[in-house]
C-alpha cells in the first residue's frame, strides 16, 4: 500500500487519481495508523517552502515519517516542493527542510538563462539521466516532464543527483540518497511519462 | 530545451462550455468535463479554464466543478474568473489546478497580486490582461469585464507592474482577435516580450498551426493559446475538439 500523505499541501487528489488509473493500492491519508501500516509514501507539496513546511511540522507527521523512511527503511518520494523540502534550507525562506538529503535550495540564476527564456521555469523540458534509475524505465526523456519552479535542488554530494533539466545550465530535477527520493517536476501532470514514474515507484 | 506551451483555453458559460466571436455571440460547444477527457487522451500541454459570468454575475469560484475538472485532468490547469482574493486562489490551488489568473481584481486592487504570490507561490500566479488596440492612437488599451469595462492605466506600465509584484505569467488576451483564426497580433506580442522577465502566453487569433509557429518564430519559446482552432473544424466551424502543435516549439 503506497499512502500519499495528505498533509494539507499539494494535489493529492491527481495523484491519487493516477494510482487509481493504474489500479494500484493507494490511500490518501494524514491518519497515523494507516500511515504506520503503509509500505511506502507520497510526499506531495506546493506552494512556498516556508508555508509548506509550516503544514508539515504543523500537521505533527514529521517523526512519524523520519521513523518510517529512516527507522525502518521505507520509500518516501517527494513532489515539487514536496522534494524541495527534503533539503536543508532554502533561498525561498527562513525555515530548515527536513534534511534528509544534503542540499541548498537556491534560486535559478537569471543571468545564466539566455535570452527570451524567464523565470519561472514553466513548461515541458526534456531530462538527462545523471546515473541509471529504475524510477525512470520506460520513460520518453526527450519528451521529459511538466516543470513549473523558480527554485532548484543543489545538492551537496554530487551523486544524489539522479536525473538533470538544462535551463540556463543544467540543474537537478531528481534526486535520491537511500530511500528518499524527490522529483522537482510534475509527474502526476506529465502524461504518459508520469505514469511510469508512479508505476515504478510502486513496484521499486 | 524548454519548448513552447500549446494551451487549449476554454470558456465556461451558464454551465457549458461556448467559444466567443470578440468577445461576443457566446456559442456552445460542449461539456467541460467531457472536454477534459478528450485534451488528456490527446495528452495536451496545460490547459486554461475561464469562467466568463463570474466577475460579471460578482459569483466566487464554483469550487465542486473546479474539483471534477481538476481530479480528471492529467494536464496542468490553469483557472481564471471571478477571483478576488489569495484565500480563493489557495483553495484553488489545493482542488489540483497549478496555477490561477487575475484581472479584474488585480487591476483594482494591484496588491492582490504580492498576496498571491506570498499565498501559493509566484510560479502559480497568472495575471490575464484582456486589450483592444486602440482606433486613432498607436498602442492598446486594457478592459475588464468581459470587455466592457476600460482601464487607463497603460498595458507596458501594468505587465512590469505585475510582474514586480510577483506574477509568474502574464497572458494577454487580444479582443480583436478572439475568434477571428486570422493568427495572433505579432506587433502586440513582440511588444509585451520586450518588456517583461516572465513566460507570456499569447491569446486570440490563432486559426492554424501556422499562426502558432509564426508567433513562436517572431518571440521565441511562448506560451500559445486558443480557443476557436481547438474547438471548430472546417469552414463551417463544426464543433470538434482537436490538438496539434507546431513542429518548432523553440526558435
Same mark, same amino acid.
Given at each position: 500500500?503506497?499512502?500519499?500523505?495528505?498533509?494539507?499541501?499539494?494535489?493529492?487528489? &491527481?495523484? /491519487?487519481?493516477? =494510482?487509481?488509473?493504474?489500479?494500484?493500492?493507494?490511500?490518501?491519508?494524514?491518519?497515523?495508523? #494507516?500511515?504506520? *501500516?503503509?509500505?511506502?509514501?507520497?510526499?506531495?507539496?506546493?506552494?512556498? =517552502?516556508?508555508?509548506?513546511?509550516?503544514?508539515?511540522?504543523?500537521?505533527?507527521?514529521?517523526?512519524?515519517?523520519?521513523?518510517?523512511?529512516?527507522?525502518?527503511?521505507?520509500?518516501?518520494?517527494?513532489?515539487?516542493?514536496?522534494?524541495?523540502?527534503?533539503?536543508?534550507?532554502?533561498?525561498?525562506?527562513?525555515?530548515?527542510?527536513?534534511?534528509?538529503?544534503?542540499?541548498?535550495?537556491?534560486?535559478? #540564476?537569471?543571468?545564466?538563462?539566455?535570452?527570451?527564456?524567464?523565470?519561472?521555469?514553466?513548461?515541458?523540458?526534456?531530462?538527462?539521466? #545523471?546515473?541509471? /534509475?529504475?524510477?525512470?524505465?520506460?520513460?520518453?526523456?526527450?519528451?521529459?516532464?511538466?516543470?513549473?519552479?523558480?527554485?532548484? =535542488?543543489?545538492?551537496?554530494?554530487?551523486?544524489?543527483?539522479?536525473?538533470? *533539466?538544462?535551463?540556463?545550465?543544467?540543474?537537478?530535477? &531528481?534526486? &535520491?540518497?537511500?530511500?528518499?527520493?524527490?522529483?522537482?517536476?510534475?509527474?502526476?501532470?506529465?502524461?504518459?511519462?508520469?505514469?511510469?514514474?508512479?508505476?515504478?515507484?510502486?513496484?521499486? | !530545451?524548454?519548448?513552447?506551451?500549446?494551451?487549449?483555453?476554454?470558456?465556461?458559460?451558464? +454551465? +457549458?462550455?461556448?467559444?466567443?466571436?470578440?468577445?461576443?455571440?457566446?456559442?456552445?460547444?460542449?461539456?467541460?468535463?467531457?472536454?477534459?477527457?478528450?485534451?488528456?487522451?490527446?495528452?495536451?500541454?496545460?490547459?486554461?479554464?475561464?469562467?466568463?459570468?463570474?466577475?460579471?454575475?460578482?459569483?466566487?469560484?464554483?469550487?465542486?466543478?473546479?474539483?471534477?475538472?481538476?481530479?480528471?485532468?492529467? !494536464?496542468?490547469?490553469?483557472?481564471?474568473?471571478?477571483? %478576488?482574493?489569495?484565500?480563493?486562489?489557495?483553495?484553488?490551488?489545493?482542488?489540483?489546478?497549478?496555477?490561477?489568473?487575475?484581472?479584474?481584481?488585480?487591476?483594482?486592487?494591484?496588491?492582490?497580486?504580492?498576496? !498571491?504570490?506570498?499565498?501559493?507561490?509566484?510560479?502559480?500566479?497568472?495575471?490575464?490582461?484582456?486589450?483592444?488596440?486602440?482606433?486613432?492612437?498607436?498602442?492598446?488599451?486594457?478592459?475588464?469585464?468581459?470587455?466592457?469595462?476600460?482601464?487607463?492605466?497603460?498595458?507596458?506600465?501594468?505587465?512590469?507592474?505585475?510582474?514586480?509584484?510577483?506574477?509568474?505569467?502574464?497572458?494577454?488576451? %487580444?479582443?480583436?482577435?478572439?475568434?477571428? !483564426?486570422?493568427?495572433?497580433?505579432?506587433?502586440?506580442?513582440?511588444?509585451?516580450?520586450?518588456?517583461?522577465?516572465?513566460?507570456?502566453?499569447?491569446?486570440?487569433?490563432?486559426? %492554424?498551426?501556422?499562426?502558432?509557429?509564426?508567433?513562436?518564430?517572431?518571440?521565441?519559446?511562448?506560451?500559445?493559446?486558443? +480557443? %476557436?482552432?481547438?474547438?471548430?473544424?472546417?469552414?463551417?466551424?463544426?464543433?470538434?475538439?482537436?490538438?496539434?502543435?507546431?513542429?518548432?516549439?523553440?526558435?
Amino acid at each position: 500500500m503506497i499512502a500519499i500523505v495528505d498533509y494539507g499541501s499539494g494535489n493529492v487528489a &491527481a495523484i /491519487s487519481d493516477i =494510482f487509481k488509473r493504474l489500479k494500484l493500492p493507494h490511500t490518501v491519508t494524514r491518519d497515523h495508523g #494507516e500511515l504506520r *501500516v503503509a509500505e511506502r509514501y507520497i510526499l506531495p507539496g506546493v506552494g512556498a =517552502f516556508d508555508a509548506t513546511m509550516r503544514t508539515l511540522r504543523g500537521s505533527g507527521l514529521v517523526d512519524l515519517l523520519n521513523d518510517e523512511v529512516h527507522g525502518k527503511g521505507k520509500r518516501i518520494l517527494g513532489i515539487c516542493v514536496g522534494m524541495q523540502i527534503l533539503g536543508d534550507a532554502s533561498d525561498e525562506g527562513d525555515l530548515p527542510g527536513l534534511g534528509w538529503i544534503p542540499g541548498h535550495i537556491c534560486r535559478i #540564476e537569471a543571468a545564466a538563462i539566455p535570452e527570451r527564456l524567464k523565470l519561472p521555469h514553466m513548461g515541458w523540458n526534456a531530462v538527462r539521466l #545523471e546515473t541509471p /534509475s529504475s524510477l525512470f524505465e520506460g520513460v520518453d526523456l526527450n519528451r521529459g516532464f511538466y516543470f513549473l519552479h523558480s527554485y532548484h =535542488f543543489n545538492a551537496v554530494d554530487p551523486a544524489s543527483v539522479i536525473a538533470t *533539466v538544462q535551463y540556463g545550465r543544467e540543474i537537478a530535477c &531528481a534526486v &535520491a540518497r537511500g530511500t528518499v527520493s524527490g522529483l522537482q517536476f510534475h509527474p502526476e501532470k506529465s502524461h504518459g511519462n508520469g505514469l511510469a514514474v508512479f508505476r515504478n515507484f510502486a513496484t521499486l | !530545451m524548454l519548448r513552447s506551451r500549446i494551451i487549449p483555453c476554454l470558456l465556461l458559460h451558464q +454551465g +457549458g462550455l461556448v467559444k466567443t466571436r470578440q468577445f461576443k455571440e457566446p456559442r456552445y460547444v460542449g461539456d467541460p468535463l467531457n472536454a477534459v477527457k478528450i485534451f488528456n487522451e490527446k495528452e495536451v500541454d496545460e490547459l486554461m479554464l475561464v469562467d466568463l459570468d463570474a466577475t460579471n454575475e460578482g459569483y466566487e469560484p464554483r469550487m465542486p466543478l473546479l474539483r471534477n475538472l481538476a481530479t480528471e485532468s492529467r !494536464m496542468p490547469l490553469c483557472y481564471g474568473g471571478g477571483v %478576488s482574493s489569495a484565500e480563493q486562489a489557495s483553495r484553488i490551488v489545493a482542488t489540483g489546478f497549478e496555477k490561477v489568473s487575475v484581472s479584474a481584481a488585480a487591476l483594482d486592487r494591484p496588491i492582490l497580486i504580492k498576496e !498571491m504570490s506570498e499565498a501559493i507561490g509566484a510560479q502559480s500566479v497568472v495575471v490575464t490582461i484582456d486589450v483592444k488596440a486602440n482606433r486613432l492612437f498607436a498602442g492598446y488599451t486594457i478592459y475588464t469585464h468581459n470587455g466592457h469595462r476600460k482601464h487607463k492605466q497603460p498595458l507596458i506600465d501594468f505587465c512590469q507592474q505585475a510582474v514586480s509584484l510577483g506574477a509568474g505569467e502574464i497572458v494577454i488576451n %487580444s479582443i480583436d482577435r478572439d475568434g477571428t !483564426m486570422v493568427g495572433y497580433d505579432l506587433a502586440l506580442a513582440s511588444q509585451v516580450r520586450g518588456a517583461i522577465d516572465t513566460p507570456m502566453t499569447m491569446l486570440g487569433g490563432a486559426g %492554424s498551426i501556422e499562426h502558432m509557429q509564426a508567433l513562436i518564430d517572431a518571440v521565441g519559446t511562448v506560451g500559445a493559446a486558443a +480557443g %476557436s482552432f481547438f474547438v471548430f473544424k472546417g469552414p463551417y466551424r463544426a464543433v470538434l475538439i482537436n490538438y496539434a502543435r507546431p513542429t518548432r516549439l523553440t526558435r
